[in-house]
């Protein structure tokens, strides 16, 4: 009783840190494991992935990477492989820090979903009713640019369906707009970001077309206007803390430099060099642009609370953070059917789409064989990778330091673990 009361004091005082507090150290609880029996898997099998990324190794293909799988909610696998930084001689570690770049995106669309919930955003909102610059968005077009016809929404940005890209479309008054903007600079704060978006023109009407951009930036900068806090403050504050995601955020601390990998680039055939030093990198410093694209460093642990909070429908350790009607819209693909499946340039990713902030395998194609209808996922720039496969209450997280992408550890893990679920 007496300390109910003093708590109610303290919040009188500090406003909701003190319940703030009790939710975060629920969240640090360690994750629950199994043996491999235990969840049905075969710990033989799983043996295998041990082989296959040593191999990788061997070959000079990457320098180290971690492997964790959750079955049926509980942790079976969570090991370290090689090095983390080949000049330096350190061991790769469970709890190494990675840059995750795309893995963001998740993130970030599910903190505006909370918004969606709580009636301060509608997905289907046009953009422009929180950043007025998009009132009058304009279409690139061969060498020139028209008004919009398509109103651009929320839902756009989620699915990237709005017509933002990377700079790299192959539309050249959209690409070189980009490039003279230069949109993605990290000392731009997201609002300044806001305000060249008036001055970009998109690549195709909003919601007719698929590309891969910086949607998920612009939708940063809406959680940022909506909630009246920045947007790290807001994920810190509605998913980092109540998940226990203690190793995320925009930048590495002094504290945990240590435990930062290097990355690396790769020419594909074997030779690897060091493309971004851990004592030397920009993630040592907190950026003015917190992009909610790809700016997040993590762990595997951390990403793995992430995911597990979805599979279970948008709970967490007793906490909820969503309803499962808007997991769903995360999980199942919501581009229009007119538009098709998702692609990359040339390469098309046969009977998959794109969900709020996952990609979702609706049917099984030629891309990406050993993949399982209704599995969910993303990755990252420094070949980070994630997939979910709800029919089997599997996830699996991969992570490297490599770049360009390559789909390398994917490819070659998931037909070995999805081969140890027991029949």
Same mark, same amino acid.
């Given at each position: ?17 003190c ?9 640090t ?34 320098p ?10 509980k ?28 893995m ?19 997905v ?36 990237h ?20 903007l230069?949109?993605?600079q ?21 919601? @007719?077309?698929? $590309?891969?951009?910086? &949607? ?7 959680? +940022? #206007?909506v909630? %009246? ?101 995360? @999980?199942?693909? $919501?581009v229009?059917? &007119? ?7 040339? +390469? #098309?990713?046969? %009977? ?72």
């Amino acid at each position: 009783m007496i300390r109910s009361i003093l708590c109610v004091l303290v919040l009188s005082i500090i406003g909701h840190q003190c319940l703030h507090a009790q939710s975060a150290d629920v969240a640090t609880k360690k994750l629950p494991t199994a043996d491999a029996a235990d969840v049905g898997m075969s710990a033989d099998v799983l043996a295998k992935v041990d082989e296959a990324m040593q191999e990788s190794i061997d070959e000079n293909r990457i320098p180290g990477g971690i492997v964790m799988i959750a079955r049926h909610g509980k942790i079976v696998m969570h090991k370290a492989y090689g090095k983390m930084d080949l000049e330096a001689d350190k061991p790769m570690k469970p709890d190494t820090i990675v840059r995750i770049y795309s893995m963001s995106k998740a993130i970030t669309t599910a903190a505006a979903l909370m918004l969606h919930e709580e009636g301060k955003l509608d997905v289907n909102d046009p953009v422009s009713k929180y950043l007025p610059e998009l009132k009058n968005v304009q279409v690139a077009t061969d060498d020139k640019t028209h008004p919009a016809t398509q109103t651009m929404t929320i839902a756009d940005l989620m699915r990237h369906t709005a017509g933002y890209t990377y700079g790299r479309s192959g539309n050249s008054p959209h690409d070189e707009a980009f490039k003279e903007l230069d949109m993605l600079q990290r000392d731009d704060s997201l609002e300044t970001m806001q305000t060249k978006l008036s001055k970009l023109p998109v690549a195709f009407e909003p919601g @007719t077309d698929w $590309q891969y951009g910086i &949607s998920i930036d612009v939708l940063g900068r809406v959680v +940022e #206007v909506v909630s %009246g806090e920045s947007l790290g403050d807001f994920l810190r504050k509605r998913i980092f803390d109540p998940l226990g995601m203690k190793d995320t955020g925009f930048f590495v601390p002094a504290d945990k430099v240590d435990r930062f990998a290097a990355n690396y680039n790769t020419d594909g055939k074997g030779k690897l060099t060091l493309g971004d030093a851990p004592d030397e990198s920009p993630y040592l410093k907190a950026p003015a642009f917190e992009s909610g694209g790809g700016g997040l460093v993590s762990t595997a642990e951390d990403y793995m609370r992430f995911l597990l909070m979805i599979t279970a429908g948008g709970t967490f350790d007793g906490t909820r953070l969503l309803k499962p009607e808007t997991v769903a819209l995360m @999980t199942t693909n $919501q581009v229009p059917e &007119s538009v098709g499946w998702i692609k990359f340039g040339e +390469e #098309v990713r046969g %009977g998959v789409g794109f969900g709020f902030g996952f990609s979702v395998r609706e049917s099984m194609s030629d891309w990406d064989p050993d993949g399982r209808v209704g599995e969910y996922g993303w990755g990252g720039a420094a070949s980070t990778h994630y997939w979910v496969s709800p029919k089997d209450n599997l996830v699996v997280i991969t992570i490297e330091q490599i770049m360009p992408y390559q789909w390398l550890t994917e490819f070659k893990l998931k037909g070995l673990i999805y081969d140890a679920i027991a029949p």
